[in-house]
C-alpha cells in the first residue's frame, strides 16, 4: 500500500489530490483511491440547493443531474432497469403511463439510455407530483426498504463516484475510483452552469464520503476491498502523527476566501 502524505501547511497545486493504491487480495488488480474526495464531506443536496446540470441555474426544477437521461453501462444494466420500471406503481412514478411505450432509447452513436419525459428523464418525478420530485425507482426503493442499488441504473446509484478500469499489457487491471468531474460527461459537460463536486455548498456533510457512501463503495469495488479501504483511511492519522490529509481542492479554495 503507498500514498502521499502532505504537511498540513504545505502549498500544492490548487487541484492536488491524494490518492492511496493497493493490490486486489483475490485478482490481478491494482486498485487506486482519490483519498482527498472519499475523506471530503460532500454530499448530494438534490433538492436543497442544488442548481442541475443544465446552462444556467435551475434551482426551481429540481432535476439534478437527471436532466439528460442516464448512459447505460451495458445491455445487462438496460434490462434490469426495464424489469424494475415494471413494478412501480402510479403511487411511485409520475410518468408510469409513458413508460408503457419503454423506457430505453438508443442515440444515434448507439449508446442506450433512459428515455425523457418534459425535458427531463422519464424516471424523475417532478415537483408537482403529490410525492414530490426525486428518481420513482428510489421512491420503490425506500418504499420497499431495499437498496436503490438494484434498481438504479449503474451510473445513477454511483454518481459522483467514478470507476474506471484500465488494462495493461500484461493483464493487469489498474482500477481508479475518484470522484466525477465535468469532463467525464464529455464535451457537453463545458456547458453545465453548476456540477456539484465543484461546488461549495455541496461540502457541507457531517460525515466523510468514504462512510456516507458505504453501500455504493461496496457495491463498486467489493465489502473485502472497502473494508481495507476504510480502515487505511480510519488509521491514517495514527500513522501519520502530525500529518494531515490534503483537504479537498473546493474546500481549500472556500477557506482561502475566507
Known sequence: ?????????????????????????????????????????????????????????????????????????????????????????????????????????????????TRLVKGACIFLNRPDFERGPGC???????DRGESYITLK????????????????????????VTQWERRNWGKGGDDFHWWCTEAPEAFTGTSRVVDSMRDELSAMCGEKVYRRLAAYLDDLSSRAPGMTSLPHPVTRRRSART
Request: proline share 4%.
Open 1 to 113: 500500500m503507498s500514498t502521499t502524505r502532505f504537511a498540513p501547511m504545505a502549498k500544492v497545486p490548487r487541484e492536488t489530490h491524494e490518492w492511496v493504491s493497493f493490490d486486489d487480495p483475490d485478482e490481478r488488480r491494482t486498485w487506486l483511491f482519490d483519498v482527498t474526495f472519499l475523506t471530503s464531506n460532500w454530499q448530494c443536496i438534490f433538492g436543497a440547493g442544488c442548481q442541475g446540470v443544465l446552462t444556467g441555474p435551475a434551482e426551481d426544477l429540481v432535476q439534478g443531474c437527471c436532466s439528460y437521461g442516464a448512459h447505460f453501462t451495458d445491455k445487462a444494466d438496460a434490462k434490469r432497469v426495464e424489469r424494475a420500471a415494471k413494478t412501480l406503481t402510479e403511487d411511485q412514478w409520475q410518468f408510469k403511463s409513458r413508460g408503457t411505450a419503454g423506457v430505453v432509447r438508443t442515440t444515434k452513436g448507439g449508446d442506450q439510455m
Open 136 to 142: 420513482a425507482l428510489h421512491v420503490a426503493a425506500l
Open 153 to 176: 441504473p449503474d451510473v445513477c446509484w454511483q454518481l459522483p463516484l467514478r470507476r474506471d478500469d484500465e488494462v495493461l499489457e500484461d493483464g493487469h487491471v489498474l482500477t481508479r
